[in-house]
């Protein structure tokens, strides 16, 4: 609608600079979610400021209104637009955050169990920063702090579908960061893990279910073997 308008108002003046910015950025950006390999519903805020500029170049307000509008007017005006926005855009986030992390209320158990010495590799790093045990950003662990993003990196847009397993190069970097690691963590999603990298993950890691909040943690078998060991030698 912005866009005719603007096209429509072309008769009696020319484009504004940021008139142009904001057709330009709008429509840049919106070629670029379409040739993006994948899409969330949330992209589309991408377009909200280019469209906001937009449509404030084209909508006018009434010429009576205009003249009675002294600049403090104006000024007060927009300022308190801009502050139900935010308080709006504000208050929506506060309750979408407190709905996450109601949803990821974390079981005792759990928490727990993720307690190593050494790292804790996660495809879901919101579980390991509630349960105070984020090693992605410790030296000498594994840097992964969006694995489903990694993932994409490596198959060009397409994370938890049968080319990630075959693809060398990240299997190879999946495997790398297990064998630095005490402790994975595993949400419910396909975290794109190989034959091999299963194997290992099988083979060296004792791994539980715990259904507060849905994910699967992996101990490092020779990890539990020593604090069998201690635990005895207290006895």
């Known amino acids: 609608w912005a866009l005719t308008k603007l096209v429509r108002s072309r008769h009696t003046r020319s484009f504004s600079d940021l008139e142009k910015l904001g057709l330009a950025s709008k429509v840049t950006v919106g070629l670029a979610l379409l040739i993006a390999p994948s899409y969330y519903y949330h992209y589309g805020a991408f377009l909200a400021p280019y469209a906001a500029i937009s449509a404030a170049c084209v909508v006018r307000l009434p010429q009576r209104l205009m003249a009675k509008l002294t ?8 300022f308190g637009a801009i502050g139900v926005a935010f308080a709006v855009v504000g208050s929506s986030d506060i309750a979408a955050a407190t709905s996450v992390i109601e949803n990821l209320k974390l079981a005792p158990a759990a928490a727990r169990a993720m307690a190593a010495q050494g790292c804790v590799l996660t495809d879901a790093p919101a579980i390991t920063i509630l349960a105070n045990h984020f090693t992605a950003n410790l030296a000498g662990c594994p840097a992964v702090i969006d694995w489903n993003g990694v993932e994409r990196a490596f198959v060009h847009g397409v994370s938890g579908e049968p080319p990630d397993n075959s693809d060398t190069l990240l299997q190879a970097t999946i495997l790398g960061w297990l064998k630095a690691s005490n402790v994975v963590v ?4 396909d975290a794109g893990i190989g034959p091999a990298a299963q194997s290992y993950l099988e083979h060296l890691f004792l791994a539980r279910f715990y259904a507060s909040p849905g994910i699967t943690i992996y101990r490092r078998r020779s990890l539990l073997a020593v604090a069998s060991s201690h635990l005895g030698g207290h006895s």
């Open 186 to 189: 595993l949400g419910n999603t």
């Open 71 to 78: 600049p403090a007017t104006a000024a007060k005006l927009t």
